[in-house]
């Protein structure tokens, strides 16, 4: 009778550890399409995002609510993806919409991450810029309506475009 209860007991204890392993990677990846500290962060929801400034400062970083709610600039050069060549997706930092696909970023020596083409259609808004007395396009996230950089006619084929990106405003998730 005694083996039979340590077999028991075993059973159990296997069980009981085979759950928590499989709650810790439900919760993994959860945590790759939400951002802890960001509740309106994710990868998959496409609703349109609309918070008061109030808000955004508790979700963002200072320097991510710099660029993204007052379209700041970060210095050239700084971003961790001016040279970054990882193949995946690049999303908006500040709710996670998809914005630029690995293979659409380039070289561009601006200083910038720099991609051709968006991922898709509506991923990006644009809108006049003439700031700082100049005639520019710039580019916001589509869902969340947050300052991305600018884009310029000066880029490579297939589009002739350049994207130039903030890169503390995106994220990237490895293919």
Not at 88 to 101: D, M, P, Q, R, S
Not at 131 to 148: D, F, I, Y
Request: glycine share 6%; aromatic share 12%.
């Amino acid at each position: 009778m005694k083996n039979i209860e340590k077999y028991f007991l075993l059973i159990c204890l296997i069980t009981s550890f085979i759950s928590c392993q499989t709650q810790n990677n439900a919760n993994k990846k959860m945590m790759n399409n939400a951002k802890q500290d960001n509740p309106i962060y994710s990868t998959t929801d496409t609703n349109k995002i609309v918070l008061k400034e109030e808000e955004w400062k508790k979700i963002l970083s200072a320097e991510q609510y710099f660029i993204a709610r007052e379209k700041g600039t970060e210095k050239p050069g700084s971003s961790k993806f001016n040279d970054f060549n990882e193949l995946g997706t690049y999303y908006c930092a500040a709710c996670g919409n998809e914005l630029f696909k690995s293979d659409a970023k380039f070289k561009s020596s601006c200083g910038w991450p720099s991609f051709f083409e968006p991922i898709k259609k509506g991923s990006i808004i644009y809108t006049p810029d003439y700031s700082h007395g100049m005639n520019r396009t710039e580019v916001q996230c589509g869902r969340c309506k947050a300052h991305l950089g600018h884009v310029f006619e000066d880029g490579p084929p297939p589009t002739g475009l350049r994207y130039c990106i903030n890169g503390a405003i995106i994220d990237f998730e490895k293919k």
